[in-house]
């Protein structure tokens, strides 16, 4: 994920200990206890896959896991899901390079997480459950989003459309998180970032393949733990290192105080952390709206299909603000920590993660935190990956090839599914780019693209298929052509979003209304049963 206003440039180095610290990370990562602990993880991963393998029977089955998953389960996996690189890397520098401001980044996606378990977790459980293929008359399921869309509102089109800008959007999200892992394979056991891109890659789509849904949430609930382990870890050795919590505030301060002021406008120029002004009242706003993107993830809403009951979201919730605070809080100490051991001398803020391990542990324990790191990408790509071979064998190949496809051939078109998403991912990786940018960008389109949508199928019984299919046509669009033309620094996520909300209110009220009465009938039966 990337907030358009942080800007997190590379910096000379001017403090021998940052110095030194980045420039033996590589060589403290290359350590044989390193790569031991490190292969042990990918592993595990693996094996978990395999043991998923057995349980995939249908397309619930592969999906969403059989809507079988219990509270705990589904909580730390969504977090999981959602918290890529980004939490290792750009929040930790953001912090490093502009202090407190980045805090309204913090806010937002606690406050979108809690509102997304609120508002949409148990109702999108129940009534993706309940409403059925509307083609045929047969009881059924719906077990994605563009499939929910289109039987909740009786119309292929809306399938068609959703699954499109599903398949744009992640193939952004993969390449950026391909990118990730080759990086990280890099550091480890050496070698070019174009073979670690493809070998991160084959092991996600490895079990991934197997085990789909399953084997994307208990590899998530390992990858959660120890992304949390691994924050909570560096965040408490670098306090201590400094003396304590208030050696370690007033450390910082003495750089500059704004650092710990959340409206303070605080860059690192020239080796110093610089005063420039308040901040911007479009940055704060922009960082808030990164709470919006929750409500249209479809890899984040697949955790809420595949819930055991609807009253887990209840217990999901008050567990989601927890993980979302501590996980996100320790990445600011990071950033802080990073300030207060280095000063002004880090190369790269983004490293600030990665030096901080090789300064305060040992060698061998940093398997552990790099792992820590591949976990954050691993947990985000194995369900977009699930997300994304789901979609092109559910709302393409059974909608409108053969419907009547045997559930064992569907399972394994998901997993050929995999294999072409993966491609395509290395494909967008190998081309370059920024990671945090891609991520950020594929973000605000699912925000935009679905959630003034889904909010509509939940809760609006005049809503219809017009008004939703005009809502993802503007919102996806408006990411898209805002982000060619903005000049203020304002996010695209909220002009997207307002874009697809004014859509799908014209659409409703003013376009064409056919098996309206039918769509309105099943709407108030599913409130009521």
């Known amino acids: 994920m990337l907030i358009g206003w942080v800007v997190l440039p590379r910096i000379t180095a001017n403090d021998d200990s940052a110095r030194r610290a980045t420039e033996t990370t590589m060589t403290n990562t290359a350590d044989p206890s390193t790569s031991i602990v490190f292969i042990l993880y990918l592993l595990a991963v693996l094996a978990i896959g395999i043991w998923a393998y057995r349980q995939n029977n249908d397309m619930s089955d592969f999906a969403i896991g059989g809507r ?3 509270t705990f389960v589904t909580a730390l996996s969504a977090k999981a899901t959602d918290s890529s690189q980004w939490v290792f890397f750009g929040l930790p520098g953001a912090f490093y390079v502009s202090g407190m401001r980045n805090i309204w980044l913090i806010v937002g996606l606690t406050i979108g997480f809690y509102l997304s378990w609120k508002l949409l977790a148990g109702r999108l459980r129940d009534y993706s459950a309940k409403v059925s293929d509307w083609r045929v008359t047969a009881p059924g399921e719906s077990v994605t989003l563009p499939g929910f869309f289109a039987n909740r509102f009786r119309s292929n089109s809306v399938r068609s459309v959703t699954a ?6 992640y193939i952004i999200y993969l390449g950026s998180a391909f990118i990730a892992t080759g990086v990280i394979f890099q550091q480890i056991f050496g ?5 670690g891109t493809i070998i991160g890659a084959v092991v996600v789509m490895v079990y991934s393949s197997l085990g789909g849904y399953l084997a994307s949430s208990y590899t998530d609930v390992v990858q959660g733990v120890l992304m949390w382990v691994c924050l909570v870890a560096v965040s408490i050795a670098a306090i201590v290192k400094l003396g304590g919590v208030g050696s370690f505030l007033e450390t910082v301060g003495a750089q500059n105080p704004d650092l710990g002021s959340p409206f303070a406008g605080v860059e690192l120029l020239g080796g110093e952390w610089v005063t420039t002004s308040s901040v911007p009242f479009i940055a704060m706003i922009s960082a808030l709206a990164w709470a919006l993107g929750y409500f249209g993830s479809p890899h984040i809403l697949a955790r809420f299909m595949g819930m055991r009951t609807a009253e887990s979201a209840r217990g999901g919730a008050r567990l989601g603000v927890f993980l979302s605070i501590t996980l996100l809080g320790c990445a600011g100490v990071v950033g802080f920590a990073a300030i207060g051991i280095f000063g002004p001398g880090l190369e790269n803020p983004e490293d600030a993660y990665m030096v901080l391990v090789a300064e305060l542990f040992p060698s061998w324990v940093a398997g552990i935190f790099l792992a820590g790191v591949l976990s954050a990408v691993m947990s985000t790509a194995d ?6 071979s789901s979609t092109l064998t559910e709302d393409f ?8 496809a045997p559930a064992k051939t569907l399972v394994w078109l998901s997993r050929i599914a995999v294999l072409a998403c993966t491609g395509i991912g290395v494909f967008v990786a190998l081309q370059g780019g920024t990671i945090l940018d891609l991520v950020g960008y594929a973000w605000a389109g699912f925000g935009a693209s679905f959630g003034p949508a889904l909010f509509a199928a939940l809760y609006w019984r005049k809503a219809t298929w017009f008004g939703a299919l005009l809502s993802i046509i503007a919102g996806g669009s408006t990411v898209i052509i805002y982000r060619m033309v903005d000049t203020i620094g304002l996010y695209e996520l909220i002009p997207g979003f307002i874009a697809g909300m004014l859509a799908l209110w014209l659409g409703s009220w003013l376009g064409p209304k056919q098996r309206q009465e039918v769509v309105t009938a099943q709407f108030d039966l599913l409130k009521t049963s």
């Open 397 to 404: 190949y059974r909608a409108f090839i053969n419907r009547d």
């Open 68 to 70: 079988r998953l219990g």
């Open 383 to 388: 369900s977009q990956l699930v997300v994304a």
């Open 164 to 169: 499109i800008f599903i398949i744009i959007f």
């Open 191 to 195: 070698g070019s970032v174009v073979v």
